[in-house]
C-alpha cells in the first residue's frame, strides 16, 4: 500500500476504533458463577466458545465438591442466566479441567472425572443441542483406558456434526501418551476404542502442553515433549476426520540439539495450520514457528525464529491466531525491562514476517511495568488481544485490536475488569473469543475477599470490521491463436489490492472443445499457460485473494483458436467436342486455381479433390489431386484438367474440395457445364 492510501485510511477509521472501547463495551463487566454465593469458593480455569450471538463459559468450581459448571448468553454476552448450571452428574468426586467447543446451538463440553476410581481419572463428555438450556441426563465417558490409569487434562474441537477430543494417558505405564477419541454424529455415539496419536519412531517423548485444532476434514494436534532431558515440540495429523493419524513428528528443526521448547500454541485455517512455541536453542528463551501445508500434508523442513529480541532478554508464551492468509503471533519479553506484549505478523500464510516486532501493551511507557499472558483472536483483518498487566498495582486485564492483520495496534490499550477500582484486586487468566462484530472476554477475578474467586466477563460489541477494500482480478494476454497447436499464456500479475496486496492467485479452465486435452500448467501461479490442442474456444478464468483473506470477483479471459482460413478456390470450364472416329463426343477443360488466404492464420491443406455428377446424381470423384501438380503463376496456383466422353446435351456439376490434414473438406467451389 502507497503512503497517502495508508494515510487515508487512518484518518477516516482510527477515531470510530477508539470510540469502541469508550461506547461499546459493557457498562460494567459481569459475574458468571452466579448459583453460589461469595464465601470461600473457588471458580477457577474457564473456558468460553461463541458462535454467532451466543456465548458459552464452562469453568471449574468448588462450591460443593469439584464440579464443571456453565453459563451462556444468547445476546452477544449482555445477559447471562441466573443461577448458572452444573454439568457433570459425578457426586463427591473431583471434576475439573473444562474444555468447551460448539457448532451454533450445539455445544460440547469435555473434563476430567475420578467418579470411577480414587487412584485413577477418565474423561467425561456432555453436550446440548439447544444452545446450553438442556443437557444430557447422563454423562458419556470417551476414554477407554483401565480404571486405574489417569486420563486427565482433555482438548476438544468440532466442525459441523464431528466432535474431537485429545487427553494425557497413562495407561500404557508410567509415562503419558496423547490418546484420541472421535464422534461423527454430534456426540451421540464415539469410537469404541481410543487412538494413541504420539507414536513415534523409536521412544515416545513424555507429552504435555497439549493444543489442538481442527477446520473442514483437517485435525491437528501440538505438544512438547520430554525425552531424556531434551524438550521439543511434537506433532501430528489427520486429514480425514480423524479416521487416521500418521507417526507423530518433530517439528522444531528435526536432528537439532534439545532446545528447551515449551508453551506450544496453534492456529488452522483451510489450507495451513500453524504452531508456535518457547524455545532456548540460543541460550535465553526465543519465540519459533512452523506450518503445516495441506496440499502437501508436511510440516516445513526447518522452523522460522520470529521475535527480535536482543540477546540476553526472553520472550515467552507466544499465541497464534490466523484468517485467511493472515497470521499474527503475540507474546510476552522483557527486552525493555519488565515485561511487554510484542506481536508479528506474516500476510502470506508464514512464509515472510515482519522485519521488526510491534508493541502491544501501549497504556505505559516500554518494560514500566508486567505485561504477561497474552491471548489472541481474529475475524476478517481485526486482530484483537487481551493480557494481565500490573502498571495499577494488582494484576488487572487490557486489551487492544489491530484493524489490519496485527501490522499496527490502535494507539492505547484498554482496561476491561472495571467493576472495582483499578489495580485493587487481581485480576488473571483471561480467554478470549471473537465473531465479526463482536469480542468476548473472560477472567478469574479476585474483587471478593480471599479465598473466594470467581468468574467476569465483558463484551466489546458491534465491533464491526474496517471496510476491507476487495482485490481485482486481471488477465492480460493474447485472445486468438491459429492451429498447429500452440502454448497459450495469461498473465495474472496485473491484479491489484487498493488497500493490501495480492496473496493467492486461483485459476481455472472452465470451457474448451470436446475432446481437448488442455490443462492449465499451475492453477496458483501469477501467469499459467495451456496447450490449445483443438480449434475452439477456451475460457479461463481467475479470482485472487488479498492478504487479508478477501476474495475478488471472478474475471474470465475467451481465447478462441482456429484452424486457419482455407484458400481461395476457383473453376473455369469450356464444354467442347471430339470426334471418335464417326461419333462425336463431348468433353470438358477446367482450370482449377487456389490462393492463399488473406489473414495470417493459414489453414493446413493435404491436398485437393475433384468431383463430378451429373444433373442430381451422386458426386463420384475423378481425381485426387496433390498439391505438387499445381503449377504457381503470378501467387496462383493453377492446374488444367480435360473431363473426356462425357454424354452429348447432359448437365455436369464439378466440385473443387480443398481437404485439410484430416482429409475432410475444407473449402468448395463448384461450377456447372
Known amino acids: ?42 471458580s477457577n480455569d474457564p473456558q468460553m466458545a461463541s458462535s454467532g450471538n451466543r456465548v458459552y463459559v464452562v469453568w471449574t468450581d468448588s462450591r460443593d465438591y469439584s464440579d464443571i459448571y456453565f453459563n451462556y448468553s444468547s445476546d452477544n454476552g449482555r445477559h447471562w442466566q441466573t443461577p448458572d448450571l452444573k454439568i457433570n452428574h459425578s457426586i463427591g468426586a473431583n471434576a475439573y479441567s473444562p474444555a468447551i467447543a460448539c457448532s451454533g446451538a450445539n455445544v ?6 475420578n467418579r470411577d476410581s480414587l487412584t485413577g481419572h477418565n474423561i467425561y463428555f456432555n453436550y446440548s443441542t439447544d444452545g446450553g438450556v438442556h443437557w444430557q441426563d447422563e454423562d458419556i465417558r470417551i476414554d477407554h483406558g483401565s480404571g486405574v490409569a489417569d486420563s486427565r487434562n482433555p482438548k476438544i474441537c468440532t466442525v459441523d456434526n464431528h466432535i474431537y477430543v485429545f487427553w494425557d494417558d497413562d495407561r500404557g505405564g508410567s509415562t503419558d501418551n496423547i490418546y484420541f477419541n472421535r464422534s461423527s454424529d454430534a456426540g451421540l455415539t464415539w469410537e469404541g476404542a481410543d487412538t494413541q496419536i504420539d507414536a513415534f519412531s523409536g521412544p ?11 477446520t473442514a476434514s483437517q485435525v491437528y494436534a501440538v505438544w512438547r515433549g520430554s525425552l531424556s532431558g531434551s524438550l521439543n515440540i511434537y506433532a501430528n495429523h489427520s486429514l480425514d476426520n480423524g479416521a487416521s493419524w500418521p507417526q507423530a513428528q518433530r517439528i522444531d528443526t528435526p536432528g537439532g540439539p534439545s532446545t528447551g521448547c515449551t508453551s506450544p500454541a496453534l492456529s488452522c485455517s483451510a489450507t495451513h495450520a500453524f504452531a508456535v512455541w ?104 481485526n486482530v484483537y488481544a487481551v493480557w494481565d498487566d500490573l502498571r495499577n498495582g494488582a494484576e488487572d486485564i487490557y486489551f487492544n485490536l489491530s484493524a489490519n492483520g496485527g501490522a499496527d495496534w490502535r494507539s492505547f490499550d484498554t482496561r476491561l475488569d472495571s467493576g472495582d477500582p483499578p489495580g485493587e484486586h487481581d485480576s488473571k487468566y483471561s480467554q478470549i473469543s471473537c465473531s465479526p462484530t463482536s469480542v468476548y472476554v473472560v477472567w478469574v477475578d479476585f474483587r471478593q475477599p480471599f479465598p473466594e474467586f470467581d468468574i467476569y466477563f465483558n463484551a466489546l460489541l458491534e465491533a464491526h470490521p474496517i471496510a476491507n477494500e476487495l482485490p481485482i482480478a486481471m488477465i492480460s494476454g493474447s485472445s486468438t491463436y491459429c492451429l498447429p497447436p500452440k502454448t497459450v499464456s495469461l498473465d495474472g500479475s496485473g491484479s491489484y489490492d487498493s488497500d493490501g496486496s495480492v496473496a493467492v ?82 468433353y470438358v477443360e477446367l482450370t482449377l486455381s487456389t490462393t492463399p488466404p488473406a489473414s495470417d492464420c493459414v489453414l493446413a491443406i493435404s491436398g485437393y479433390r475433384l468431383l463430378r455428377r451429373q444433373g442430381q446424381g451422386p458426386w463420384v470423384t475423378i481425381k485426387e489431386i496433390a498439391l505438387e501438380e499445381f503449377t504457381l503463376q503470378s501467387n496462383i496456383l493453377i492446374l488444367i484438367i480435360t473431363d473426356k466422353f462425357l454424354e452429348k446435351n447432359a448437365a455436369y456439376t464439378y466440385r473443387l474440395a480443398a481437404l485439410d490434414a484430416n482429409g475432410q473438406e475444407a473449402a468448395a467451389t463448384e461450377i456447372t457445364l
Not at 6 to 25: G, K
Not at 29 to 39: A, E, H, M, S, V
Not at 515 to 522: I, N, R, T, Y
Open 505 to 586: 492467485y486461483s485459476w481455472q479452465l472452465t470451457a474448451k472443445p470436446i475432446g481437448s486435452a488442455a490443462a492449465l500448467s499451475a492453477g496458483d501461479a501469477s501467469a499459467v499457460t495451456f496447450s490449445a490442442d483443438l480449434a475452439g474456444r477456451y475460457v479461463v478464468t481467475l479470482q485472487v485473494q488479498d492478504n487479508l483473506g478477501a476474495w475478488s470477483a471472478v474475471t474470465s479471459a475467451t481465447v478462441t483458436v482456429s484452424a486457419g482460413d482455407p484458400p481461395g478456390l476457383a473453376i473455369q470450364g469450356l464444354r467442347k467436342q471430339e470426334r471418335a472416329w464417326i461419333i462425336r463426343k463431348d
Open 278 to 381: 518457547q524455545d532456548e536453542r540460543n541460550g535465553s528463551r526465543d519465540i519459533y514457528f512452523n506450518r503445516f501445508t495441506v496440499s502437501s500434508a508436511s510440516w516445513q523442513i526447518s522452523d522460522t525464529h520470529i521475535d527480535h529480541v536482543p540477546d540476553g532478554s526472553n520472550a515467552y508464551t507466544p499465541q497464534v491466531a490466523c484468517s485467511g492468509t493472515s497470521v499474527c503471533i503475540i507474546w510476552s519479553d522483557n527486552r525493555n525491562g519488565n515485561d511487554d506484549i510484542y506481536a508479528n505478523h506474516s500476510s502470506d500464510n508464514g512464509a515472510n514476517w515482519q522485519g521488526s516486532d510491534t508493541r502491544v501493551d501501549l497504556g505505559t511507557a516500554a518494560g514500566d511495568s508486567g505485561s504477561w499472558g497474552p491471548r489472541i483472536c481474529m475475524s476478517g483483518s
Open 1 to 42: 500500500m502507497k503512503f497517502a492510501p495508508l494515510l487515508f485510511l487512518i484518518m477516516t477509521f482510527l477515531a470510530p476504533i477508539e470510540a469502541w472501547s469508550q461506547t461499546s463495551w459493557l457498562p460494567a463487566d459481569i459475574r458468571l458463577d452466579t448459583g453460589g454465593q461469595p464465601l470461600n469458593k473457588e
Open 108 to 113: 460440547y463440553v469435555v473434563w476430567t472425572d
Open 204 to 214: 515416545s517423548p513424555v507429552p504435555a502442553y497439549l493444543q489442538v485444532g481442527c
